[in-house]
């Protein structure tokens, strides 16, 4: 009697031990697994601090966006003629490259100390050359822009009815200033009857970009450099006979630690290096 009591009280404790280690077994995994996650958010801000690279909070919302499509046109060489008082020129890539025959004085009040255009600037320049039929071409389809000190350089670009914008140089605007910072060329290219189809794809964050990009030696954002802006926007990915088709795309645009600024892409779509350390100019 007694040896069975011993029995079962030593089954009984068995059990009970068991079910004690499962649960200091589960309790060490799911902490274990915790701290893996925190590792693995933390990685790419680790490394981008570790390698001296200044950001922003890089952002982890993923969203839907809707392919663009815009029609192959010569619109540019149609209307070549009505430019007045400058030299322009088409070439195979339906690019314009125009210079004028005496400087322009655009009115913007741009001088050495110019980091970058504030909205009256870009107001005034609406109204002094973008909206000027005998000057340029649709100027006023262009509404993002950018200002790059060091080369004198204005960079205007198209965008789809939301804001985005189309990147990768093919309906780009970009105005060269002297050293008097007056107008003395620019190059065009246009995209026409832009507009967002019905087909929705799935983009990826801006720190899903980033970690693509930090996975490799070619493509990472090199050390000492700071992170200017991460913009979402688009590039043309298939390039038919009458048309094209433009995807999402994650913008880098950085500035090196010898002040030379540069951009490089992630198609927010495939995960792909769409472009590698461009110099922005480019």
């Known amino acids: 009697m007694d040896f069975k009591r011993i029995n079962v009280l030593l089954l009984v404790f068995f059990i009970v031990f068991d079910f004690y280690l499962l649960h200091m077994l589960f309790t060490r ?16 801000e680790d490394e981008l601090e570790a390698r001296n690279i200044g950001f922003e909070t890089l952002g982890e919302e993923a969203i839907q966006l809707p392919l663009l499509k815009t029609q192959n046109s010569n619109h540019l060489a149609e209307n070549i003629g009505q430019l007045q008082n400058q030299t322009a020129t088409m070439d195979s890539n339906r690019q314009l490259t125009s210079s004028f025959d005496q400087p322009l ?4 009040g741009i001088n050495q100390e110019t980091a970058g255009l504030s909205d009256e600037q870009f107001k005034l320049l609406l109204d002094n050359f973008l909206r000027r039929p005998e000057l340029v071409i649709n100027g006023d389809l262009y509404k993002s822009y950018w200002y790059i000190p ?3 350089l204005i960079i205007l670009r198209m965008m789809d009815e939301e804001g985005h914008v189309i ?32 087909t929705q794809v799935q983009a990826l964050s801006e720190k899903a970009a980033m970690e693509i990009l930090e996975s490799r030696i070619e ?20 390039a038919l006979k009458d048309y094209n088709i ?14 030379t600024l540069r951009t490089i892409m992630v198609d927010a779509t495939r ?10 100019i480019n």
């Open 167 to 198: 990147i990768d140089g093919t309906a780009d605007l970009r105005l060269l200033l002297d050293e008097n910072y007056q107008l003395i060329s620019y190059t065009q290219t246009y995209q026409a009857g832009l507009k967002q189809l019905d």
């Open 246 to 259: 433009y995807s999402p795309s994650w913008e880098f645009i950085y500035s090196r630690s010898d002040g």
């Open 271 to 280: 995960g792909q290096v769409v472009n590698r350390n461009q110099v922005m």
């Open 219 to 238: 493509t990472a954002i090199p050390d000492n450099s700071q992170i200017i802006t991460a913009r979402l926007a688009y590039y043309r990915y298939t």
């Open 150 to 152: 060091s080369e004198r």
């Open 105 to 108: 004085d655009l009115g913007l």
């Open 29 to 44: 995994v799911e902490a274990d697994t915790d701290q893996s996650t925190q590792q693995v958010e933390r990685a790419v």
